[in-house]
């Protein structure tokens, strides 16, 4: 069994940037892919970037690239999501979520998820 608890979330101007962490429990953390989504009110979750266990290999969705970065200190047993460049559309609850499946995109690979934290950015 993994547990995910998300940190790093809070209050950002348009254009300034935040760091998220993910810290895992778990021995078999290492051996994950993992992944980011969020939820803005309203709206369905959808899929931020992921990472394989090796490689890494990473994956990003298109709204993202460029300004969003994913990386994993499995030493640490923690993910992060470095933003940058953000904007008020990226206002909502993220999730950190981990699986043993590939790289993907979306959800039902997924079978640990954290509990989310808010991230709202002002214009």
């Known amino acids: 069994q993994v547990q995910l608890v998300e940190s790093g979330g809070g209050l950002v101007q348009a254009g300034g940037s935040l760091r998220l962490s993910c810290a895992a429990s778990?021995?078999?953390?290492?051996?994950?892919?993992m992944a980011w989504f969020r939820q803005a009110p309203g709206k369905e979750r959808e899929f931020v970037a992921a990472l394989t266990w090796s490689g890494p290999y990473t994956y990003y969705a298109d709204s993202v690239k460029g300004r969003f970065t994913i990386s994993r200190d499995n030493a640490k047993n923690t993910v992060y999501l470095q933003m940058s460049g953000l904007k008020p559309e990226d206002t909502a609850v993220y999730y950190c979520?981990?699986?043993?499946?590939?790289?993907?995109?979306?959800?039902?690979?997924?079978?640990?998820w954290g509990q989310g934290i808010q991230v709202t950015v002002s214009s």
């Open positions: 979520a981990g699986g043993e499946g590939p790289l993907s995109a979306q959800r039902e690979p997924y079978h640990y």
């Open positions: 778990g021995s078999a953390f290492s051996s994950y892919t």
